[in-house]
Structure formats: structure tokens, C-alpha cells
């Protein structure tokens, strides 16, 4: 595929800029082995070889249950409440 030359760049910006739907043309100058894209509503749905479906993803993926959650303030109460027992213990009280 030859690169975009500045003039379909342009129009390219331009384009999407403007909120304009851009031509099939388009399509295939972009995404020459992508095979198609499905409408879905007002949004598409990129389709292309070997794309996984979400099920399979989803099968696929390791669950993960997280035993000790905390968030970041929590984490930096218990780093500072741990700095201040060290100087206590240091201080021999």
C-alpha cells in the first residue's frame, strides 16, 4: 500500500473534522485487508480475519478476584501509619 500523499491527508482531516461520513473509497484506501465493516445503529463494528469473537475473548481470559483492594488514599494511610511505627520503634516507645 503507497502512503497517503498530503492532499488525502487533507481531505482526510477535513473530513472527519467536519463529523462527514467518508466514502467506501476510503475504506479501502485505509484498511486495504480489513475486509469490512458492519453498521451497527449509528456506530460500525470493524470485521476482519482471525478477529475473535467477545465470547471467545471472554473464554479465554484468566479471571482474577481480587483479594486485598484498596485504593490508592488507603495504600498511602497504611505506607504512613507504617513510617510512623518505625520512628515509635526507633525512638524505643
Known sequence: MRPLTESEKKELVRRVTAGETLPASWQKRLFPDSGRAEPVGKEYRL???GKLKREE?????????????RTQPEV???VQASRE?????????
Do not use: K, N
Not at 475473548?57 to 483492594?69: H, I, K, R, S
Not at 511505627?85 to 516507645?93: P, S
Open 76 to 78: 498511602d494511610a497504611c
Open 47 to 49: 470485521v476482519y480475519e
Open 57 to 69: 475473548v471472554l473464554a479465554q481470559t484468566t479471571t482474577w478476584v481480587p483479594g486485598d483492594f
Open 85 to 93: 511505627t518505625e520512628r515509635l520503634l526507633d525512638l524505643g516507645l
